[in-house]
């Protein structure tokens, strides 16, 4: 959507900062080959013809009239170009030397130079500046030695050195060439750069998009699983002896279910609607007593020490999904059936503290990566820190520290 809304725009500003259709095609690489520029070059070709007849008319009396020879070769200049998209190269080579022939030959000067100056601007903005710049002083060079040495043998009789004059015109006709062919390769490479870099700031944002969305599935999936895995098994348990009990395990495995599935619906909602409004409030440590709850529900009780402050929406939704996942490592990987999560706030930076005593129940005691991974990915998006490992006297910690002010108050 950003990238439709910068180029979809009208206005002179961005005419000028994304280029003008007509030479933004240049840096479309794979449909330049396919395109063949039959208008323009027929447009022309059509100008060259009359122009040229109108100037054999005005220089009768200097040059050679136009004859079948002449056309040939005007239709040659106009008629290669036709290829300036797909070979550059051959192509301003291909017009300098049928102009060199049309001025050796003592025909009338007229439009014919448009010919060279379109192959030229071709062949600058495509990238081959030396093949263009040759094919230039080429030119130059047949020019001065028709205009001032070989004009004695070549036709038309009779004629006489070019004036200093003619040769300013001339020279300053190439030096407008080159300058304008090397403007608007500038401009081309900076709007091919903007336009890539445009592109990876679209892949860049996508892919946050992405890694935002697998961690808000992971601590969802990964909490609300754990509560199920853990209930189901104490309810397989019971379910013979004690009942009452089983039952109990499935009403909490359905309302740990029906949680999951409504958080799992917030996240899909975003995907499908992206930049709409969220249906319901992303949860932050308000919500800090439902995974308590939660948590005993898995047989994990919890101790909550300090006030939950309040904080910007996005760090409430960190410090939550921070303290969520480290109680779910709780329940999978410890031996523990207790746990506290401490929360202070001092001056503009929230520690969240959560410990358990453990023993550990298996190597990966703490989580298995994903999710310290996630929980570090959080804090470091907002600026703060995640330190994980065992504790000195047993058990394992979760210490976060997060920035507790922002513009979203």
């Not at 002449?70 to 300036?84: F, M």
């Not at 009942?243 to 495995?253: G, W």
């Not at 359905?254 to 958080?263: H, P, Q, T, V």
Request: charged share 20%; with cysteine.
């Amino acid at each position: 959507m950003d990238e439709l809304q910068v180029s979809g725009g009208g206005g002179p500003g961005r005419w000028w900062r994304h280029g003008p259709p007509w030479l933004r095609r240049w840096a479309d690489d794979e449909p330049r080959a396919a395109r063949w520029p039959w208008r323009s070059t027929l447009l022309l070709t059509a100008f060259v013809l009359a122009g040229s007849t109108f100037a054999a008319h005005a220089q009768e009396a200097e040059r050679a009239p136009l004859d079948p020879f002449a056309r040939a070769l005007l239709l040659v200049a106009c008629g290669l170009l036709l290829w300036r998209h797909r070979y550059p190269v051959a192509v301003v080579f291909g017009t300098s030397v049928a102009v060199a022939l049309y001025l050796g030959a003592g025909y009338p000067y007229g439009p014919v130079f448009f010919t060279v100056a379109v192959a030229c601007f071709g062949a600058v903005v495509a990238g081959h500046r030396r093949a263009a710049w040759t094919a230039l002083g080429i030119l130059c060079a047949v020019h001065l030695l028709v205009a001032h040495w070989l004009y004695r043998w070549l036709p038309p009789s009779g004629d006489t050195p070019a004036s200093f004059g003619q040769e300013i015109v001339v020279t300053g006709w190439l030096v407008a060439i080159v300058a304008v062919a090397e403007l608007a390769r500038t401009r081309r490479e900076q709007w091919a750069g903007e336009r890539a870099e445009r592109a990876r700031a679209a892949r860049r944002r996508a892919d946050e998009e992405r890694l935002r969305i697998a961690r808000e599935l992971h601590d969802v999936l990964a909490h609300s699983l754990s509560v199920i895995n853990v209930q189901a098994g104490v309810g397989l348990a019971l379910l013979d002896s004690d009942p009452n009990q089983a039952r109990t395990a499935l009403t909490t495995i359905k309302s740990a279910s029906k949680e999951a599935l409504g958080d799992v619906r917030q996240v899909l909602d975003t995907l499908r609607a992206p930049g709409a409004a969220p249906r319901a409030p992303a949860p932050g440590l308000d919500r800090l007593p439902e995974l308590v709850e939660q948590a005993a529900r898995a047989g994990l009780t919890v101790d909550v020490l300090g006030e939950p402050p309040r904080l910007p929406p996005g760090t409430d939704l960190a410090a939550f999904r921070i303290v969520q996942e480290a109680l779910t490592n709780v329940v999978r990987h410890s031996g523990s059936r207790h746990a506290r999560v401490r929360l202070e706030r001092a001056g503009g930076t929230v520690r969240l503290r959560i410990d358990d005593d453990g023993p550990a129940t298996g190597a990966d005691a703490g989580g298995s990566g994903n999710g310290l991974a996630g929980m570090r990915e959080r804090a470091a998006a907002l600026g703060g820190t995640i330190e994980a490992g065992p504790r000195p006297d047993g058990g394992f910690r979760v210490l976060a520290e997060l920035p507790a002010e922002g513009e979203d108050q």
